[in-house]
């Protein structure tokens, strides 16, 4: 059974940085995608990047491009978010997620497993 834990959430100043780490375990060899996803009060759930596991390609919201990065480290079985700049409007709820897909999608109905999320609060 495949499981993710997330971590590294926090309280953070307009600005700062954060990197959330996602841990999996079970069975992953055909979880080709890993995501990370948002999901800010009253708004629906958005994907934030991916990352392919074979060819390491990786896509972003336009929103995060130039200030996130996602990145993978299988000898630790952790996929990372690396968070810079970040503004009061990236307060959300932070979740990764795997997908058996072949292509890269932001879309959440791609994904199968999810972990339990990770709460990252932007404010002054």
């Known amino acids: 059974q495949v499981q993710l834990v997330e971590s590294g959430g926090g309280l953070v100043q307009p600005g700062g940085s954060l990197r959330l780490s996602c841990e999996y375990s079970?069975?992953?060899?055909?979880?080709?995608?890993w995501g990370w996803f948002r999901q800010a009060p009253g708004k629906e759930r958005e994907g934030v990047s991916c990352?392919?596991?074979?060819?390491?390609?990786?896509t972003y919201a336009d929103s995060v491009k130039g200030r996130f990065t996602i990145s993978k480290d299988d000898a630790k079985n952790t996929v990372y978010l690396q968070m810079n700049s970040l503004k009061p409007e990236d307060t959300a709820v932070y979740y990764c997620a795997t997908s058996n897909r072949p292509w890269n999608t932001l879309k959440p109905s791609s994904y199968i497993h999810w972990g339990q999320g990770t709460q990252v609060t932007v404010s002054s």
């Open positions: 990352i392919s596991s074979s060819v390491g390609s990786t």
């Open positions: 079970g069975f992953t060899l055909n979880y080709y995608l």
